[in-house]
């Protein structure tokens, strides 16, 4: 084995933590992904910053809970200002490049306030999360009678398609992510119930092996250049739920693992809880008919990721760049796919919270812990600081609220030093919002979790949902209103305000520069509550002492 060089980042869209071979799927085989886990250390209780996609990677790339970087939900902008972790290993002398998805929305406001062109070196990499683009991809081109939801989602890739001979405005719509009826007809991938039918794409043109692609070019065209970081952001396994064949008829009814959930669960539902049941994802993923044909999408979407992880991973083995590069594998968040009544993923349950973290470290250190697993309490957040440390840099500790994983993958430690996670999620722009008769204020909820109980605190006066995820790992209980939980209740309150009394926002002078500060304007000339001269040292003093001045008062 070499030390760590470069950095391979890869980041699935909406993967389960639970839908991975090495994480203990029953069905679905996942061996690239797993030698990946062999060779390194598998995170089992890694969780996200936010249940939904932009604001949980803006966490990641920052290394800043939700609070501290404002970007709260899809759409809303990080403003300008935020370092990401491309602006952290840049300072380190390593580059930071991306392949695929980010989310980002620019501040293009606080661009125009500061006098920055959007289209100069540090426009652009405001405007991209920090990172230097090879190709950037969100995979996300729907349209309505209103317009595109993202006008330069997938805009590269349905050039792609277009030289490849798909015909149309948005091939990525019309063939990646659609399949074909008997009489030629359309079938969009939007509606579940074309979720069995086979994407009408040629498997090699669809979007998980066209990524893989562009990666790989990008780094033989890297050669030996380097440190770097690359980001390979990965669309899917997110919906539209669709796949090629040979991957849509992989997976029959048999392997279909049942949805998680009860209906003494729904019927006691917490007020909150009960709405996004009842809201129509929710309720379309309580309909046998349509969830199963979706999970079994979903796991070939997956089984397609992984097949191109040993395509990804077969070139580094031979290119010699598995001996010098850190891989870390993840995931923004997950899918509820039916559990809990829920669909999508914008609620606390493990099933979205929890991701997959596979971290392989190529470094002599690391051997100690190879192939083994860790129960630590880990953040999504954690990654930025790694990435800073293993390019030999000092984590700036005021700006990364993270915590590096080098010690528990190089066996030095065997925790992490919180001892609660923290999870949030902004609701304020959702129709559930106003069907509730919130405030934008009170449409936020917060969720903090260590390694036993997991509380979830709602703003707008409801009341709190708790889980024991030890004698309940399935969180089908609640156990909020239970006054023999009361005290439990009161301690997880206390954890979560300790959490939000924490100074976020110092982020321009380190905990050195702070300490080092103290006394010093004694030096310069700041002395309070001194009596007389003699109390002090007379070095303090020299400016103030001993010295004649004319009468002026009377001008």
Known sequence: MGEIRNILFIMFDQLRWD????????????????????RGVRFDRARIQSPICGSSRMSTYTGRYVQSHGATGNGIPLKVGEMTMGDHLRRAGMSCHLVGKTHMRADAEGLARLGIAPDSLIGVRLSECGFDVVERDDGMRPEGPDGLYDAGGAARYNDYLRDRGYPGDNPWHDFANSGRGAGGELLSGWFLGNAAEPANIAEQDSETPYLTRRAIEWMEGMGDSGPWCCHLSYIKPHWPYIVPAPYHDMYGPEHVVPPVRSQAEYDGAQEVLRAFMDAPVG??????ELR???????MGLIKQCDDQMGVLFDYMERSGRMKDTMIVATSDHGDFLGDHWLGEKMFFHDASVKVPLIVYDPSTAADVTRG???DALVESIDLAPTFVEAAGAEVPGHILEGESLLPLLHGTAGDTRRDYVICEYDYSTT????????????AAIFMVADARWKLVHFEGGFPPILFDMVEDPQELR???RDPAHAEVVERMYDKLFRWARRNSQRTTRSHAELEAARGKSRRLGVLIGVGEEDELPQELTVKYRGRQVPDMRGG
Do not use: I, M, Q, W
């Not at 085989?29 to 030698?35: A, F, K, Q, S, V």
């Not at 309720?283 to 046998?288: E, G, L, T």
């Not at 919002?433 to 009170?442: D, H, P, R, T």
């Open 19 to 38: 839908y991975l071979g090495c994480y203990g799927h029953p069905h679905l085989e996942t061996p690239n992904l797993d030698r990946l886990a062999a």
């Open 283 to 288: 309720r379309a993923f309580s309909r046998p």
């Open 292 to 298: 199963d044909p979706v999970v079994r999408a979903y």
């Open 372 to 374: 083994s697993v860790c």
């Open 431 to 442: 129709p559930l919002a106003a069907k509730l008769g919130l405030k934008v204020e009170e």
């Open 478 to 480: 609640d156990l909020g």
